[in-house]
């Protein structure tokens, strides 16, 4: 099945500053991104989805300046939270797709700003 | 706009028997995918099951299958001899059938289930 890759797993960041999360597709072109992210014994809440070589699109109330996204290529999405405060702690999870894949998920990152 | 509701917040059951998680839906969409995903401890969200709307065979996967009824918009998923490593929280997701570009996955908030020994 296709492999997605998505580091780092966790991450610990202080208070002001910008971690980025990276999705890789290893095995197939990933012409479309979603990322969500997942409170603690929440569901998956969408946050914005990309086309590669596109502007992300960002679902209502998902700040499009906190949450930057990049998708260059089609094996390559990132995610960077900026100017990260304690509130933006969650677990980050993408999803590419290219085709039929919308199964594959990213293993997840757990961010936690101190 | 499309809504998934998962009724059962937790659910517990002994191994080898048999449980049914709820999921209904709400849409004006005819064609479209469903599925069940599991998430463990681990938090990787992994495909259990998936359905296609058009279709009206219920999907089955080992001792996973479903009752999907179209009707009644719903989609329930039943584990036979369930196993310990079963224990997880259990997703329904909705997902439009596009007929270019990919869709988003709606999901339910989630059935924690626990398989006791």
Redesign the interface.
Same mark, same amino acid.
């Given at each position: 099945g296709a492999v997605v890759s998505q580091h780092p797993s966790w991450v610990i960041c202080k208070s002001g500053t910008s971690v980025k999360i990276e999705c890789r597709s290893l095995d197939f072109q990933a012409t479309t991104m979603f990322w969500y992210r997942q409170f603690p014994k929440q569901s998956l809440m969408l946050m914005a989805t990309s086309n590669e070589g596109s502007k992300a699109t960002y679902e209502q109330g998902v700040e499009k300046d906190k949450f930057l996204i990049n998708h260059a290529s089609l094996t390559l999405s990132t995610l960077t939270v900026t100017s990260a405060h304690p509130e933006d702690s969650s677990f980050y999870i993408c999803r590419p797709t290219g085709g039929n894949t919308e199964a594959f998920f990213g293993q997840g990152t757990r961010l936690t700003v101190v | 706009a499309q809504t998934v509701t998962q009724s059962q917040p937790e659910m517990s059951v002994q191994e080898a028997e048999t449980v049914t998680l709820s999921c209904t839906y709400d849409t004006s969409e005819n064609n479209y995918?469903l &599925?069940w995903y599991k998430q463990p401890p681990?938090?990787?969200?992994i495909?259990v099951i998936?359905q296609e709307a058009y279709k009206q065979q219920n999907a089955t996967e080992n001792r996973f299958s479903v009752n999907f009824q179209k009707a009644a918009k719903s989609f329930s998923l039943k584990i036979s001899d369930s196993q310990l490593g079963d224990t997880a929280m259990y &997703?329904c997701a909705f997902?439009k059938r596009s007929g270019g570009?990919?869709d988003?996955?709606t999901?339910?908030?989630?059935t924690h289930l626990i398989i006791q020994p």
């Open positions: - | 995918y &599925f681990s938090r990787q969200m495909l998936r &997703f997902m570009g990919a988003g996955l999901f339910g908030k989630g």
